[in-house]
Nanobody, 127 residues
Framework: VQLQASGGGLVQAGGSLSLSCAAS????????KAWFRQAPWKEREFVAA????????YYAPSVKGRFTISRDNAKNTVYLQMNSLKPEDTAAYYC?????????????????????WGQGTLVTVSS
């Protein structure tokens, strides 16, 4: 499965951006999907995840209440709506997908769970 992320850009603090990640195959609908981010000089970190069923979603504490992950299986696409952006949200954002082998919080938080990655889209939040 090839993933193509888009939607990054420059925004002022307090603003919003919407990221999209389109997959090349319809089997994507059966995958767990997630967003990670990596800021300069920092390790890649978990942002949000959604199971293939679209049930319970998971968020990092730093983005909970501000970001929303969703998916459209008909379009083979996962989204990340980011509101109330802060300068510390500045990072390259990566979408990821993995066969749904489990459904508990720890399954989603680690980058090693995911077999497929998008190329990253840069989000810059100015103060």
């Amino acid at each position: 499965v090839q993933l193509q992320a888009s939607g990054g850009g420059l925004v002022q603090a307090g603003g919003s951006l919407s990221l999209s990640c389109a997959a090349s195959e319809r089997t994507f609908s059966r995958y767990a999907k997630a967003w990670f981010r990596q800021a300069p000089w920092k390790e890649r970190e978990f942002v949000a995840a959604i199971p293939w069923s679209g049930g319970r979603v998971y968020y990092a504490p730093s983005v909970k209440g501000r970001f929303t992950i969703s998916r459209d299986n008909a379009k083979n696409t996962v989204y990340l709506q980011m509101n109330s952006l802060k300068p510390e949200d500045t990072a390259a954002y990566y979408c990821a997908a993995a066969p749904q082998r489990a459904d508990y919080s720890g399954y989603y938080y680690y980058s090693t769970t995911y077999h497929h990655w998008g190329q990253g889209t840069l989000v810059t939040v100015s103060s």
